[in-house]
């Protein structure tokens, strides 16, 4: 099966380098420092334009978990239909009730909405954070989800390959796996060799100086050193290099 790198990108900017670099699909959000959120519409029709890109978009409101009041989830149906009717292939998002488990009554509703616009559904990381993986998954088969971004239930997805393994192995002929989180040129191929899934996800990211990120007695700072004063960015070398090496 050929193998797919996905490109977790935070901007028009982002894409258009992920696409220079060759990846055929990206994960489209804003404010890639809170974790990934929900993308502007100028964004998805940019690239959409001007690449050949399969886009992702986020729909994530907020930082933090994925636990959402009533208003974020009307704010979350509306922005899908937004970012669906404005050319996203599909969406990325994750709800959990407050113990853990997958809402499906929440998840069902974005699903029929992506469906209705012949998108794909994504469960992405919140999979990480349920109390059971072999449950969840079984239920998110059930709900329609065509793929999980997951890194196996750790903090980086090379930490998380056993987990990614069995689920692969038990699952993999009803449902995708993403392998997502830490994934470089360093250790994806070894990641796919070994749970024996065909898709990765990586930032493939760099840094690039803002002068004005700080001044007087005011930071907008939001990475640690040596980066206080930069912002991150899709690297088209990284990506070309990657792609090259799956």
């Known amino acids: 099966m050929k ?15 992920a696409y220079k670099g060759g990846a055929k699909r990206i994960e489209l959000n804003s404010a890639l420092h809170l974790g990934g959120l929900t993308p502007t519409p100028a964004s998805v029709i940019m690239t959409k334009e001007n690449t050949d890109l399969s886009v992702i978009s986020m729909l994530r409101p907020r930082g933090a978990g994925f636990f959402y009041t009533e208003t974020e989830f009307e704010v979350m149906k509306m922005d899908a239909e937004i970012l669906m009717k404005n050319g996203s292939d599909g969406l990325a998002f994750g709800f959990l009730t407050e113990d853990g488990e997958i809402d ?3 998840t069902k509703v974005i699903v029929d909405i992506i469906k209705k616009y012949n998108g794909e559904a994504v469960f992405h990381r919140a999979f990480d954070c349920v109390k059971d993986p072999f449950t969840g998954v079984e239920k998110l088969i059930d709900l329609g989800i065509d793929r999980i971004l997951t890194s196996g239930l750790e903090e980086k997805a090379y930490q998380g390959m056993d987990m990614i393994k069995k ?17 470089n040129i360093s250790n994806a191929e ?4 070994y749970t024996g899934i065909h898709q990765v996800h990586s930032s493939c990211k ?8 700080r001044g007087n007695n005011v930071s907008y700072s939001y990475a640690r ?12 070398e990284l990506v070309k290099n990657l792609a090259e090496k799956i």
């Open 3 to 17: 193998r797919i790198l996905e490109i977790c990108c935070g901007s028009y900017e982002d894409a258009y380098n």
């Open 104 to 106: 499906e009554e929440r």
């Open 167 to 183: 689920l692969q192995e038990k699952y993999g002929d009803k449902i995708e796996f993403l392998a997502g989180s830490g994934v």
């Open 190 to 193: 070894e990641i796919m060799n």
């Open 206 to 213: 760099s840094w690039v100086c803002d002068p004005t990120t």
């Open 225 to 236: 050193s040596p980066n206080e004063m930069n912002y991150d960015v899709v690297s088209y």
